[in-house]
Each structure stands twice: as C-alpha cells, then as structure tokens.
C-alpha cells in the first residue's frame, strides 16, 4: 500500500551486503566540511567545497562565488551575479541552422557581499548540507567562527548574508552609477537601499539589525560602500526586474529567508504531487518568496497558482523566465503518471502491448534464439559498471520478449540461467573493479580509481559520476531477473536496494547514504556531474538514461513490492518528462530555450550555465541526438513524444540521411523512430540486409523488433516476416 507520504521511510537502513568492502578513505578531500558523511556530492552547492573554492554556484536566478581576492574586486567577499538574456554568448551554426552552444558570462560581480575583516588569511566552510540546501561561511581565519553565514536554497528570492559582528563592505566590479537610502524604515529595524549600476541594473538592499544600532553605509568610491561600525543581523540583495509593480513584492519579502525545504508527495492512481515546504526564518512581518521554473508553474495546483507574481521575473541561466511565487509552500501536481507500463512496449494511447502476431514471433524468435546463445558472462564481466550494466539489461529484456511475448518458457530458462551467472559476478562483487563502501563522504563506488589512480576510469564512477546512470542498468536487470524468478528476488534483493538507496535514497532515516545524490527535485532531473569543480556548474549529458534510471526505480519497486518506491519512481517518470520537454526535447513551439538554440532538438550536454550541442566522446550528429534515445524502453515514448520524435527525424535523419549512417546509432536512431512509424521499423530491423553493426552493445535485435511490432500492433505481411538469411 502506497503511504499517505511517499517520501517518509527509508528503502532500508541495513549495512552494505557483507560482499561489499569498507573503506575510509576518498581520492577527493571533504575541504571544508566538518561534518559527518553522508555527504552530499552531486548537488548545486558543490563548487564551494571542491578545488579552489572559487567556482561559482547557481541558485537560480541568482549565482554565487567566492571572490576569494581574485577578479575585478580583489575582494574576499561572496560575489553576486545576474545574467541577462541579452548578455549570452552563442556559437557558430552547426546543424539545422543553430547556434552550437550558448553560455553565459561567469566572473560578473554586480554586488559582493563582505566585511573589513576579511583578508587573505579568510576561510570558506559549509555546513547544514542536505539535498536541497546548505549554509556557507566566510570567516577571517581558520581559527576564528564566521563572520559572514549564507544561506542556500535552489530558487532563494534574495541572497542572504548573515553577519555576526562583522564590519559590511559592499563592493561591485560592475560601478555604482548612484546608491540611495530610502528614508524610512519598510519594516521595523530594516533599512532599504538601492544600488543603480552602470550596466543598467538596479539592484535592491536591505538591511535588518537584530540587535545594536542600526545598519548605515557610505559610499566610498564607485566600487566599494562600506558599513561605520559593526553589523549584528543580516543583509539581503536582490536584483530588481523591470517590472515597475516587482518592486514592492520584494519590499513584502525583505527580511525573509528560506534555510531549507521538506519535501513530501502522494500517489493516488494516476496523479501524483510532491510539495516544497519552505523552512524559513527572518523577519516576522511580510512573505517569503521564491522563483519557481518553467516547469513548477506549469504543474502548480490551484491554490499554489493563486500565489504566482507574473510581474516579478528574472532570466535564468539555462531554465527560462524564473517568476516568484508567495509562501512558504508549493505543492506541483502530475496528473498523468506512468502507472499501468509493464516491461512490455508502451503506447500513450494504446498502454502496454505484449502481444505479437505468430508472423511476429516466428522472426523475432530466430533472433532471440541467436542473442539467448551469446556469451552473456563474457558481454558483462568488463571493467566498467556502466557498460556491464548495459550489457545485463540488454540480455534481461531479451528474456522479457521471450518468455512473455514470444512464450517460449524453455528457451527462456535456459538464457535466465546464463544470465544469473553472470548477474553474480556482481551480486557477489567479483567483478573486475569490485565496489566498495566508502564513509567519506558516504555511497558506494567503483574501486577503479583507488586501483588506478585514474580519476576518470569508468566515467568517473568512484568520484560519483554518473551513479544513476551505471547502477540504473544494473536495477533495471535485476528487476527483470526478479520478475522472471521470485527466488532470486530474495536472495538479491539487500544488493539492488543498496544500489538504489545510492542513488535515491528517500530519507534522513536512511543514515549511509545521502538523500536523492542524483535527481534535483528542483531542476525535475539529474545531475550526472560528480565530485569534480566546474565554472558552468553542474552537468548532464544523457536525459534518456535519466529516464532510464528512475523507470528501473519504477519497476524494480514494483517487483519487490515496494508501493512507495514505485510510486516516487512514476512520479519521477512524469516530472523527467515534464522537465525534459521544456529544457532537453525541443519541439519548434519550445518557448523556453533561446529560439537560436532550439533547432538543434536536443541540449546536447545541459550546464547550470550553459547548454552545448555535442557530446563527450563523439561530435557527430548521430551521437548527439543519439545520446538523448538510449536505451530504447517502455518509457521512451512517455517522455519523448511523436510529434518531437517527427520533427528531430525531419530535421537531421529524413530523405535518406539515416542511410548515410552505418555506425550503432543507426538501430537506436530507428528504434527511436518506431513511435511514429513502426512498421517502417520493422521493416528495417527484419530486413535481409540488417548489419549487426548497427546494433549498440546494450540493444537487441529481439527487443527492437518486438518493441516495433507491439507498437505497430498490426498484421504485417508474410513477406515483410521472412526470416533474415
């Protein structure tokens, strides 16, 4: 039975599987952290405890950095930045007459937020770290407690520094063009100021004493402001939008701050909602407000929608127009979840099909009986989670097919007992580069690094990249494995749970594993970039193995009968797509992304910062667009539609171009396609030329016909059926 919150109990809370090592140390040192793990690693804030410390972090709208002496301010303060539409950078045209890429400017520092005691013996430290915030310090050395305290939030209305008996500084690399105090008070104890900047910006400060005189300030030069005495309270800075009306909601919100969120959800049937319940502290007259995304407004329930100030927006780097919403919560309903797809080909009209005409079995069973025979240990064993994770799915769909589509029983006990074998060599850890459990910072890594020295080795696994991407294949087979045989199930259920709780971890009772190290609750999808420091913030490349993990949380909750986590996995399934289609999928009509941008069809690699047309490991536009299909699942058509699956086909594969193709890409560039034209899939992948080459080493020919046959659902032609030489 599904709970009231579906966020409320932990997945388990047992120890790693005693197979699983433990280990104390990490390659990536915990600088500036002084609490315990579990530690978060893969979420917004990360840029302050990573390298230098000095790479920027984006809250949206809003970005922060420590100036730590260097750029145009010298300063010692936290920088604060506002990026404009107009102020973004866009490549070349490439494909489709788009831009490649656009970004936007880092080092701007329009406010910096700092004291007089700060210097070159300063020091950042953070704490209160949770999946959804954190609180920075500054303090003027390493033995001396914080002079400056900023609290973190994802959306924050204002950037907030709380000082402690510090002396203000307020610097801008940016110039002061005029700066003005308005006269009386908005609210007890707090002052307003407004900065006029000379990119044309205005930007808004309050001041709220909390105890001692009250906040004054003078203007030193055009670059620097300072306080006359010591400041106990906090200081408050916000950029004003053009709106005339912004001003005054602002004026509403001063003095209040966000310093984490509480997320719960429901489930109930087809709809489910996940709420933000803003913890705030601050002043005790006005609101709190917070920018919403795209995606927020566009599933706000009633009486949240109610609270939306249209008149206050500001530019985000990557996500659209940002609009402040009232109150200190928000509830965003999807109503349409993925509750009835199975492992079967899934249609949004026509649900799932299992069912194949006996012309469609006859074909696809000789490839079946091909792929069932292939060296499923040899295909697995390799040195990289990621790949052998593809190569395990791969091969537990294919027994789906068999055994419940092609109802072949025997064929099918005798490939699930080649790939349990294989399977094990993980369950019991034997791999290559066996895992380990490390406490520094608190998950379960590859030991590929520790044995290398190689920080990149399997994508970066042992510095936490790409977690639900590698650990998704291994829950999705394992999932599959336990439908096919329950017995398994209980024997290997504490080792995909532990990989699950990795990744998605539901709750602070959970004490080894951080809460949701990959999904951003706030962004409506994943974060792949790890423990590594970056200028354009966080990443993710493939969107399609997003979806790819939280459809193996869906089904592998299903499987062992876990309500809950089936459940947050359809609710994840609907915010991906919802999220995916606004930022990642471009359909001509996107109104979200820069229309220089938007013929590319897909983000290519999406940054906090910027978006980039290409990949990683191949500039080929294949790739590019390919990237954004695999795998081939159930779920591929709930996130990408047919009218967008049409348009990137019409864009860079229609009058022949696919033909041009003669790499891997090719069947998932088909497979992909098979939403709008699935007998012409079918067509292609039972056709007598079909190369093997243009099979992906995690795709099967078996599961790529019958996923174009069951979505085709029609009688096709004996001489469409015959079987391949």
Not at 69 to 86: D, P
Request: with cysteine; hydrophobic share 40%; aromatic share 12%.
């Amino acid at each position: 039975m599904v709970s009231r919150n579906i966020f409320a109990e932990p997945i388990d809370v047992k120890r790693p599987p005693s197979q699983i090592p433990v280990r104390e140390d990490h390659p990536v040192p915990r600088k500036g952290i002084s609490e315990n793990a579990p530690l978060q690693t893969n979420k917004f804030y990360s840029n302050f405890f990573l390298d230098d410390q000095r790479c920027p972090t984006f809250t949206f709208p809003y970005s922060l950095a420590w100036a730590g002496g260097k750029g145009v301010t010298a300063s010692w303060g936290m920088a604060c930045s506002h990026v404009e539409a107009s102020q973004r950078v866009f490549g070349k045209e490439k494909f489709n007459g788009a831009s490649s890429f656009y970004l936007n400017p880092v080092g701007i520092h329009s406010l910096v937020l700092s004291a007089k005691e700060l210097g070159k013996e300063t020091t950042l430290s953070i704490d209160s770290m949770t999946a959804f915030s954190a609180r920075v310090h500054l303090s003027r050395d390493d033995d001396s407690p914080p002079d400056i305290s900023f609290p973190l939030v994802q959306g924050m209305a204002y950037i907030t520094a709380q000082y402690n008996g510090a002396t203000p500084v307020i610097q801008t690399g940016v110039f002061f063009k005029t700066m003005t105090r308005v006269t009386r008070d908005l609210k007890q104890n707090l002052a307003k100021f407004t900065f006029h900047l000379e990119d044309g910006a205005t930007w808004l400060m309050y001041a709220w004493n909390t105890k001692g005189p009250p906040f004054e300030l003078r203007v030193v030069n055009n670059g620097l402001a300072e306080s006359k005495r010591p400041f106990y309270g906090i200081i408050q800075v916000c950029k004003c939008p053009k709106n005339q009306d912004a001003e005054s909601i602002l004026d509403d919100g001063a003095g209040i701050y966000p310093v984490s969120l509480e997320l719960t959800g429901t489930a109930r049937g087809y709809e489910g909602s996940y709420s933000f319940n803003f913890e705030i502290d601050g002043h005790q007259h006005g609101n709190l407000y917070m920018y919403a995304l795209p995606h927020h407004v566009d599933s706000f329930d009633r009486e949240t929608e109610r609270r939306i100030q249209n008149e206050a927006q500001l530019q985000s780097t990557t996500k659209g127009l940002a609009t402040l919403v009232k109150g200190n919560h928000w509830t965003m309903i999807e109503p349409s979840m993925p509750v009835d797809m199975t492992f079967a080909p899934w249609d949004p009209e026509k649900g799932s099909v299992d069912k194949l005409s006996d012309h469609a079995k006859n074909i696809i069973h000789a490839a079946a009986a091909k792929e069932v025979a292939q060296n499923m240990i040899a295909q697995s064993n390799l040195d990289s989670m990621y790949f052998s994770g593809k190569a395990l799915a791969k091969f537990a769909i294919i027994l789906y097919v068999v055994k419940w589509m092609l109802r072949d029983g025997a064929l099918a006990h005798t490939g699930l007992g080649q790939l349990k074998a294989a399977f094990a060599t993980f369950a019991a850890n034997e791999q290559k580069f066996p895992l380990i459990y490390e406490t520094a910072w608190g998950g379960i890594v590859s030991s590929a690094s520790y044995v290398t020295g190689n920080s990149g080795a399997d994508f970066g696994n042992t510095y936490y990249n790409d977690h639900h991407f590698h650990y998704g294949y291994h829950i999705l087979a394992g999932a599959i494995i336990g439908h096919l045989d329950s017995d398994w199930l209980k024997q290997n259920k504490d080792y995909i749970n532990v990989l699950v709780r990795d990744v998605a971890n539901p709750s602070a009772k959970d004490k080894l594993f951080p809460m949701w190290r990959n999904f951003d609750w706030y962004h409506g999808h994943s974060w792949a970039h790890g423990l590594y420091a970056a200028m354009d913030g966080k990443d993710q490349e493939s969107s399609s193995e997003d979806m790819m993990h939280a459809y193996a949380i869906k089904m592998w909750g299903k499987v062992s009968k876990n309500a809950d986590l089936e459940a947050r996995g359809n609710l994840q399934l609907s915010i991906i797509a919802r999220s995916l289609q606004n930022y990642y999928l471009y359909k001509s009509d996107n109104k979200v992304q820069p229309k220089q941008f938007i013929g590319n069809k897909v983000a290519g690699i999406l940054f906090e910062n910027k978006v980039d047309h290409t990949t990683y490991f191949d500039p080929n536009i294949e790739a590019i667009q390919g990237i954004h299909m695999i795998p081939i699942l159930p779920s591929t058509p709930f996130v990408r539609n047919k009218d967008f699956v049409q348009e990137e086909w019409d864009a860079f594969f229609s009058d022949g171009r696919i033909d041009d193709i003669s790499n891997a890409w090719k069947g998932i560039i088909w497979a992909s396609y098979a939403s709008v034209e699935p007998r012409k899939a079918w067509e292609f992948f039972s056709s007598r030329s079909f190369s093997p080459q243009w099979l992906d080493g995690g795709a099967s020919l078996t599961w790529f016909m019958a996923y174009s046959a069951g979505k085709s659902r029609v009688s096709l032609s004996v001489r469409a059926l015959k079987i391949r030489c």
